[in-house]
């Protein structure tokens, strides 16, 4: 790619650029953004790729902003009969015993997943902690993004619903646009238990669905393909895989990186369950395969 030498500032540039502030080649930052698609870290991509690690991290803020936008835009007005919710737990910067309950920028944060059950989608997301307030911001984006009434399904989450009655965010905010029913697990408890694995379930002793308004089918109420997602998640993307030194240091990058995840899922990863489909495809969204370049230069 040809590149030219700015006399005013000492800058080097090519006539177009990938992505926003991005100074390197196309190819090159497809291939960046595609290493941390695949649970690669920003070091390793670094090495991989052979460029410095600080183009690296200004790819995956401009890569993140604009699947960030593009997703905002692009998975609106969708006829999907059957929404699932959860919430993936991870941390930033340091863990949540260290950092201060009230620090809005280090700690314990969640990332919160609406699921299509059939289409496989991520509808919408949202990181942030896990209260009542970023649940109901949650599920308004939630809203605005479906086309008809749909069935949902979610845990016993506060932020959600009370635990005694049916009233809740989802009443408040989808009382008219979905039909509501919770799963709940109970995990049998070792009382000899003294480590701090707890992210290791233990063995479900119960579990318990309860219609919380509207006419869902109790044969759908069910969370797991919410879960599922959850681990694909945890899979493919470097800073949610568990006891490792790849967590996020800032949340900027957490929520960037969070964002390509959700693209790449979306639109480049086909699904042998949606027979070799992605869930966007499966969606009525588009009708192929993307490449990350594709996804990379969509316009908004």
Known sequence: ??????????????????????????????????????????????????????????????????????????????????????????????????????????????????????????????????????????????????????????????????????????????????HYATETKIFKKDPNFTGRRKFFAPEIVKVTRKVRFGYPDMREVTTAHAERTNLSLRTFNRRFVRRTINFSKKLANHRHAVAIFAATFNFCRVHISLNKQTPAMAAGLTDHVWTVAELLSATI
Request: hydrophobic share 40%; proline share 2%; charged share 25%.
């Open 1 to 178: 790619m040809q590149r030219f030498f700015c006399v005013r500032c000492g800058k080097s540039f090519s006539e177009s650029q990938p992505l926003p502030g991005i100074r390197v080649e196309t190819d090159k930052a497809v291939q960046i953004v595609e290493l941390l698609a695949e649970t690669v870290g920003i070091r390793a991509a670094s090495r991989l790729a052979r460029v410095d690690l600080g183009t690296v991290l200004r790819v995956l803020e401009s890569a993140g902003e604009h699947c960030a936008r593009f997703l905002d835009a692009k998975v609106r007005n969708l006829t999907v009969p059957i929404v699932q919710a959860d919430e993936v737990y991870s941390y930033v910067q340091c863990q949540p015993h260290i950092a201060k309950e009230d620090d809005a920028e280090r700690g314990e944060f969640w990332t919160f997943l609406s699921i299509a059950k059939y289409e496989k989608l991520i509808i919408n997301y949202h990181v942030s902690k896990r209260t009542g307030e970023d649940a109901a911001e949650f599920l308004t984006d939630l809203r605005s993004r479906m086309a008809m009434k749909f069935q949902f399904t979610t845990d016993g989450f506060r932020g959600y619903c009370d635990h005694n009655c049916s009233t809740g965010n989802v009443e408040r905010i989808l009382g008219d646009a979905c």
